[in-house]
Structures are given as structure tokens and as C-alpha cells.
């Protein structure tokens, strides 16, 4: 049966795609056959939003699970009530989209050791969210342990393992915490652990793990038979012993079900047995498909950080390894295909912290102003910090292009790609009694941009073409001024996909392909796709002036890579 004969049979099916950010979950409601987005509802995470479990001066980032439950459990239901009865009665399917690396501790049952009352308040047995850096001793290691080795164990993921990652920070909880080591039965990705959840497992042998992250971060390849050998393991550290038992052998791709939606659950969210979960992945794949990638087209998922997808037929990369990137596995976005992930550490969390930096004033002395009531000052404290990227950025576009004003290195929290190393530092060169804040946030969106120009320029070096750019995530839908600096750095056009929620619609994408309404994600892609709006062009004149500024980016991180290198070989 075609595509288009089994939509016409089966008129009125919904799907629900969930994405887990990293400061909320959104949930949306999707017409399985034209895409439609009949709802949607998002849930702040309150543990995270109040700034507990983390320490950002020291890179530790954690998330309690409470977080992700109540989040999913509010998000689902809130979506579910804007629409009618019927639509609800006709939900065939749920897929979830994660950030990752996030994995957690989880005792026999699969539960989340936090969520048992000895460890509820202990950091270590929460998730570890994607930026969490505390492992980079632990990543230096694996890098240099996987030297000893004739088989290259880090060969699919770029040649470097980080931080960021699945076997680093498993490592470092067991090196960190006796007491999570040994009630830990398991380490389990965010987004192995919320189908998991719907499906209502009790056991964590069952959980079925998805490739995208078991490729992209835990070093699975096919290559090497699933995950690397008890040898690599075992004398990388004593700890790790035995603990490859523990987790899994096989993989899932995301047009696959995890199971059914459990009664529990069901009565939760007010939703049917039959319905279908699918197996997860990570958010930036499933928001690739959701913004319809294409064949050598960079996809670049720009949120607090970015990640950079690309797809090839699996039978165009023979012989074909990216040096540098965070990986390429086989089915990890589209089945059939390779997929391959570059990105950087920071994005949109750089500008956010800029933001922060200048409104120190309103957050401490605004409160204390005698001239203003609480409520008011409150208010006018909320409606500025609203504003004040969108006034810095009007004003910072039409500042002229200067080959030696301020210039910014865009390493805040570590560079991810090209070449991860958690690391290195942002800088700042080129300041003087001048620089204002329009000019220094301008040269923060230019450093990101001349970040986003490495990594093409690494896949081209590595003989994988560029044909085109397609825009994704909250900063693309927000901010052009980023988009279209983006466009003159790398003298591309850059077409924007329509979704403001290209992440939740690619699970949703991917729910429809598990209900069977689709025999595989890229039909469900071509019916239920945004399309594109507007395409950046580039001024090949700002063109050649970036190019001059760009050169002066990548002297400054050279100086600043080689003063690390000095600094650790003084110690």
C-alpha cells in the first residue's frame, strides 16, 4: 500500500512528540498525516530553574528525574486538554527527544537512584545533563588509555572522547561516590529511561537502548560487536570490571517501539493501553528530522548550545572517517543512512550568560530602590531581561565590520568540535574604553559564528561535501541577526525550516513511523514537514571582510590552546 493510499484509509490519527530541553520539556499534539500542530503545552523544570544540584563555576550540572516526571506527566496532560475528546481517542502513538549524553544511576527495578529516599537530595545519583564537565580527568584518560589499543575504539566518534560523554562520566560517579557505585545496577541515557518509564518496565535488563547515543557517546559500533571489549574497560579502571554485564547488547532504531503505554500511565495522561512508545533518541537528531535534513546538508540545531547533524548514504561512506566530530553511526538520525553530529559546547548559553553578566545592576539594586514597589520593580526587572538581547542585537547590526575591533573566542564551556576539549576557555581580545556592550555582544554572535565556520570547514577537509544549510531551534526562530551573520561568515545560504518546534515534531515524526502510518521517517517527513521560510543570502562583500576577521579567530584560539598546553606540561 502506498503512502498516500494508507493516509486517505486511516484519515484521523494524532501523534504526541516530546522533546526534553535543557530548561523545560514541550509536548505537542500532531495531525499524523499533514503535520499539523493541533497543541502544545511546556513545563519549566523547578529544580532546575532554582539552580539546584549545580555548580557552574565547576561545570556540574545535574537534573533531578522528579523533574523530567512531573515534566512529562504536565506537559502530555496540558497539550491533551486543548484539544477535543475525539483527537485524544485517536492518539496511536508517543516519542520522546532527550538531551544527551544524560545519563543516570539506576538500581534493578531501572529506577532512578535519586528517586529512592537514601539518595534523593545526592547530585551524583541524578542525571548528568549533557554539559555537566565534571569528568574531564576521566575523558583525558580514556584519550590516552584508548592509545594502547591496535583496534581505534574512538575511531567513529571523531578521534576524542569528551567529557560530555556516557563511559567518562560513568566513571567518575563510581570514582566519586562509593555509595551510588554499589546500588548502581546500571547506567541508562535519558532518553533509553523515558520510554522505559511509559512502558512501565520493572526490570533494567529491559531497557531497550536506541543507537543514537549508544553510537554517538557510549562508543557502540558495529565494528567492534557493541560496546568496546572487558579488556578496554577493565584496565582503563578496576571499577569498570565486569560492568559492561550491566548494561546492553543490543541497539534500536527510533522507527521501533519501545512497547505500549502502561496502565498507569495511560490513566495518567488519560491516553489508551494501545498506544504505541517509541524507542528515544537524542534531541538534536530527532530536531534534524523534524526539520526535514537532506542528504549533505548541514543541519544545525541552534539552542543553548548547537549541534551540527548531517546524513550520507551508509554506501557513500566507505572508507570515510571524520577526524574531529562527535560521531558517525549508522541509523543514529535516519535509518539507512549515517548520521554524523559536530556541534559547539555553547551557543545561545553564551549569550544568555552576557545577559546575566550585565543585569547585575537589576537584580541587586533594582529590589532595594526606594522609588518603586516590590511588584513594580519585579516587573520592570522581568520585562527588560525580556528585551534586552533583541535591543543589543538591533543595535549591534549596524555596527560596520572591523578587521581589528573586539574579537571573541566562543570556548565558555569547552569546545566540543572541531577536536573536543573541555578545557579550554572563552576569551576576549582586542577590548578598550570603547567597547560597550553593543560592541561585545556583537563579537560574542560573531565568535559563535566563526565556530559554526570551523566545523564546516573540518567536514570538508575530511571529504564530505556541503551542499547546503538548514536552521533549526529557538536562536534561527529568534534571532536573524545570528542567522544572517552565520550566512555572510560562511558565504552559504541558509534556509530556516518553519516548526518553532522542530525537535518535538521529529519525535513526532518518528511516532508516526512506529504506529505504522508510515512505512519509514522520511515518508512521515515529507507529509508532515514545516517546509522552509525565509533563506538567508549571504553579502559575499562581508564575505571576504569575515574571512580576514576569521583568521585573527583562529590565531587567538591557537594562543589560547597552546597556553593550556604550556599550563599543563608546567604542573
Not at 488519560?270 to 526535514?292: E, F, K, N, P, Y
Not at 522520511?522 to 576569521?550: C, N, T, V, W
Request: proline content about 4%; glycine content about 8%.
Amino acid at each position: 500500500m502506498s503512502v498516500m493510499n494508507s493516509i486517505e484509509n486511516n484519515a484521523t490519527d494524532y501523534v504526541i512528540g516530546v522533546d526534553f530541553g535543557t530548561n523545560s520539556v514541550r509536548s505537542i499534539v500532531v495531525d499524523a498525516h499533514t503535520g499539523e500542530e493541533m497543541s502544545s503545552s511546556e513545563f519549566a523544570f523547578p529544580r532546575w530553574n532554582e539552580g539546584k544540584y549545580c555548580n557552574a563555576s565547576e561545570n556540574i550540572f545535574r537534573q533531578h528525574p522528579l523533574d523530567h516526571i512531573e515534566g512529562l506527566t504536565q506537559s502530555i496532560q496540558g497539550a491533551l486538554k486543548k484539544v477535543s475528546r475525539e483527537v485524544v481517542d485517536k492518539v496511536r502513538a508517543i516519542s520522546v527527544a532527550t538531551t544527551g549524553s544524560t545519563p543516570i544511576a539506576v538500581d534493578q527495578n531501572g529506577t532512578p537512584l535519586s528517586m529512592l529516599p537514601k539518595f534523593e537530595h545526592n547530585p551524583n545519583a541524578m542525571f548528568f545533563l549533557w554539559k555537566d564537565h565534571s569528568a574531564i580527568k576521566e575523558a583525558s584518560e580514556i584519550n590516552e588509555h584508548a592509545k594502547n589499543f591496535q583496534t581505534d575504539y574512538l575511531k567513529y566518534v571523531g578521534g576524542t572522547y569528551s567529557s560530555e560523554w556516557f563511559w567518562a562520566k560513568l566513571l567518575h560517579v563510581l570514582r566519586k561516590d562509593t555509595e551510588v557505585k554499589e546500588a548502581c545496577c546500571s547506567w541508562v541515557e535519558h532518553s533509553d529511561w523515558i520510554p522505559f518509564l511509559l512502558t512501565g518496565g520493572d526490570n533494567v535488563q529491559d531497557i531497550k537502548r536506541n543507537v543514537c547515543v549508544a553510537g554517538h557517546k557510549a562508543l557502540w559500533a558495529e565494528e567492534f560487536g557493541g560496546l568496546p571489549p572487558e579488556e578496554f574497560l577493565a584496565t582503563l579502571d578496576p571499577l569498570l570490571a565486569g560492568f559492561k554485564k550491566k548494561l546492553f547488547h543490543t541497539i534500536y532504531t527510533s522507527d521501533q517501539a519501545a512497547g505500549r503505554l502502561s496502565s498507569k500511565w495511560a490513566d495518567l495522561l488519560g491516553l489508551s493501553t494501545d498506544v504505541l512508545v517509541g524507542i528515544g533518541a537524542m534531541d538534536a537528531h530527532m530536531g534534524a528530522v523534524g526539520g526535514q535534513i537532506e542528504p549533505y546538508y548541514l543541519s544545525k540545531v541552534m539552542g543553548t548550545s548547537t549541534c551540527d547533524m548531517m546524513v550520507v548514504p551508509t554506501s557513500e561512506m566507505e572508507n570515510i572517517l571524520v577526524n574531529g566530530i562527535c560521531g558517525q553511526v549508522n541509523g543514529s538520525i535516519i535509518p539507512g543512512m549515517t548520521g554524523m553530529e559536530a556541534g559547539q559546547s555553547a551557543f545561545g548559553d553564551i549569550y544568555s550568560w552576557f545577559r546575566e553578566l550585565i543585569s547585575w545592576p537589576l537584580e541587586k539594586l533594582v529590589p532595594k530602590s526606594t522609588i518603586v514597589d516590590a511588584e513594580t520593580a519585579q516587573a520592570l526587572i522581568n520585562e527588560i531581561k525580556n528585551n534586552i538581547l533583541m535591543e543589543l542585537g538591533q543595535e549591534a547590526a549596524r555596527i560596520p565590520i572591523d578587521e581589528n575591533t573586539e574579537l571573541s573566542l566562543d570556548w565558555m564551556n569547552g569546545r566540543r568540535t572541531p577536536d573536543a576539549n573541555q578545557l579550554v576557555k572563552g576569551a576576549i581580545q582586542n577590548i578598550n574604553l570603547g567597547t560597550d556592550a553593543i560592541r561585545m555582544y556583537r563579537s560574542l554572535i560573531e565568535a559563535t559564528c566563526f565556530g559554526s565556520k570551523c566545523i564546516v570547514e573540518r567536514f570538508r577537509e575530511e571529504g564530505i561535501p556541503i551542499k547546503g544549510i538548514i536552521a533549526l531551534g529557538g536562536v534561527a526562530q529568534k534571532s536573524p541577526l545570528v542567522v544572517q551573520m552565520m550566512a555572510d561568515i560562511l558565504g552559504m545560504p541558509i534556509k530556516l525550516n518553519r516548526s518553532e518546534q522542530t525537535c518535538a515534531l521529529g519525535a513526532a515524526m518518528f511516532a508516526a513511523t512506529v504506529a505504522g502510518i508510515y512505512p519509514k521517517v522520511e515518508d512521515a517527513m515529507a507529509q508532515m514537514g514545516s517546509g522552509f521560510g525565509k533563506e538567508f543570502i549571504p553579502d559575499m562583500h562581508k564575505h571576504e571582510l569575515y574571512l580576514k576577521r576569521f583568521d585573527k579567530y583562529k590565531a587567538l584560539g591557537s594562543f589560547v590552546d597552546r597556553t593550556l598546553i604550556n599550563h599543563e606540561i608546567a604542573i
